[in-house]
């Protein structure tokens, strides 16, 4: 079979889906550029922000992101992949509006999970707060036993004013001494591992930052991309 063209729906924020796109290329077995796949990236900035669409209850996001879906659809990928955790609260309105497969970024982690650490009964979750109020892992976890432990509402708002400093571009270092603080506030309620829930938070914190086991979503989507670009067998094909 054929290797699957991916399309990428990209922009937020922008470099969080440049990192992506190096995993993936981490990620794929190639010698030379000709074993590279071939990916056509939309990187779309202008979609609303999602927290602020979520916490509001904006529905004017949804067409911005189904158009670019589509955008994508008509220049002939065969999927689309979504390096952006949030925004997997309008999941079902995208893949209603397309007629090729979208990966499920929130359920692969969690499989990741799951596979990895088959007897794992607690999680830190770090995200937007549109991430965290919506329940996005909280669900899936909840399906495979997993209790996701999140921050308190103060500490809540200073990962998200964490993470908005990082798309911003400006004051990184103190944007990762606030997710440090509250990831390690997870550990001290028994957290057997953390989920980086948000694709901006890895370009500041790496996964051997912690002594627990550290699942960075952007690097999780990177693997599920390229195994089912080369027509591997992953979970999502059980939902598209």
Known sequence: MPEKIVGVLGGMGPEATVDFFAKVIALTPAKRDQNHLRIIIDNNPKIPDR??????????????????????????????TIPCNTVHYFYDDLKKAVSIPVLHMIREVTNAIKTSLPNCKRVGLLATTGTVTSDLYQKECQKVGIEV????????????????????????????????????????RKAEALILGCTDIPLVIKVNAFPVPVFDSNWVLAETTVKFAMAETISSQQDI
């Open 149 to 188: 432990l999140v921050p308190n509402p103060q500490g809540q708002a200073e990962v998200m004013e964490a993470i908005l400093r990082i798309k911003a571009g400006s004051s990184k270092a103190s944007a990762r001494k606030a997710i440090l603080k509250e990831a390690n506030q997870l550990l001290e």
């Open 51 to 80: 927290t602020e669409a979520i916490l509001t209850k904006d529905d004017t996001l949804v067409p911005v992101l189904v158009e670019t879906a589509k955008n994508l659809e008509r220049a002939g990928v065969d999927f689309i």
